[in-house]
């Protein structure tokens, strides 16, 4: 926008000149062909003054003043002898011819070549040319200046719509420029306040009844616990195995919420975090879960990629878990949970393949949706808060986590964080 403001600036002055200057140039040149013939047909009519006296002083003062005039002017003299007729002045393609009478039968002729007159002509031109051109170029810097400093407000607000969309909520506009501009800085700067406030006491209303929840959802557990306990019917310890498991779901939803509203809040910021203690101890913790099912995990790849990494405090340990998981509740019994590690010179990626149902295109999209559940065991018991939270954990990061398929038709989790010395905060 500001080199196209800019040119249109300098155009429009290039027209005010051309305008302007052309039509003036064109009169200018004329009235020097005038003046010229104007001092030649006088010049001549000095000479033939001195001509018309017959006295040999007015004869030696006409030859010094021809002589003179031949030597300072592109000029010559021509005495006629014969001439019959009055004062004429004639331009030919080449030179103007005046010619004056100085009796009866005598005239003086003056030749003046037309070419000085041009050549004064054309260097009247180039100097408005230069002229203009630098105009053209004073106005088109200060065009410039002009422009980046009216349109400096716009690239404000430009950069703050920028980091509003980028998820920092915490950015202003200056509040600059025209009035308009003024007006608008103003209203974006209070939309944005208002939108912070809603995040916040989203996140605190989140973050709270999450907290409270978890605390009535476990004596609520403990309670079916002990009636269980005491039950003999086993259509009543059915019933009662089933609100259990709700239970336990929706403790799980509450530890999730809680999880997500820390996390959308952002605190703590990012540390170096080994990669190769965090999956082995995850591994270790899951291990039992899966050995009662004849899941094994295995571990490819090279054991020096699994190299420190750049992750919030706790969030790999949470992002494993939440994978794992994912990837116990779908497998079939007795199959194994591949976890393959590749490192590259800025990042680590950690690829977890199970060979579960799997997803659908359509589900792959929606799988980072929060609340939104698959098939399996996770559709049943899960909080659908799953891969919403690896997702979350992993972008503030700055890394990534993509759901692709496996060669036996399961769900590949390729999870990548960056390298610890890759950054200047690791």
Known sequence: MIRRLTV?????????????????????????????????QRDATSMALLLASRDQASRDSLAAT???????????????STWRGGTRADWTDTALVVTVAASDHEAVR????????????????????ALAVGILAVAAVLGAVAVRRLTRPLRDLHAMAGRLGDGDLT??????????????????????????SLVAARQMFVADASHQLRTPLTALRLALDNIAEGVDDVGVRADIEQATSEVVRMSRLADG????????????????????????????????????RGIRFE??????????????????????????????????DGAPIRLDVQGSQDRIVLEVHDEGPGL??????????????GRGLTGRSGSGLGL????????????????DDTPTGGLCVRISWLRAAATSGG
């Open 8 to 40: 249109a600036y300098v155009l429009l002055v290039a027209v005010a000149l051309l305008a302007f200057k052309v039509p003036l140039s064109v009169p200018v040149s004329q009235h020097m062909r005038n003046d010229t013939a104007a001092a030649v």
């Open 66 to 80: 021809i002589r003179t005039y031949e030597r300072e002017t592109p000029g010559t003299v021509e005495l006629l």
């Open 171 to 196: 950015a202003r506009a200056p509040v600059t420029g025209p009035p308009e501009i003024q007006t608008l800085a103003r209203t974006l700067n209070l939309g944005a306040e208002r939108l912070e």
């Open 299 to 332: 571990v490819t790849g090279a054991s020096e990629d699994l190299a420190p990494v750049v992750a919030g405090p706790g969030h790999v340990e949470q992002v494993l878990d939440n994978v794992l998981a994912n990837a116990l509740a779908v497998s079939p």
């Open 110 to 129: 003056i030749s003046y070549p037309t070419d000085q007159i041009d050549e004064e002509v054309w260097e009247i031109w180039m100097l408005r040319a």
């Open 388 to 403: 919403a939270i690896v997702n979350q954990l992993m972008t503030d990061a700055g890394g990534g986590v993509v759901l």
């Open 360 to 373: 659908s295109a359509e589900e792959k999209e929606r799988a980072f949706d929060r609340f939104w559940r």
């Open 257 to 292: 919420l809680l999880m997500l509203a820390r996390a959308d809040a952002g605190s703590g910021g990012t540390q170096r975090v080994d990669l190769s203690d965090a999956v082995e101890q995850r591994l270790a913790v899951w291990r039992p879960a899966a050995a009662e």
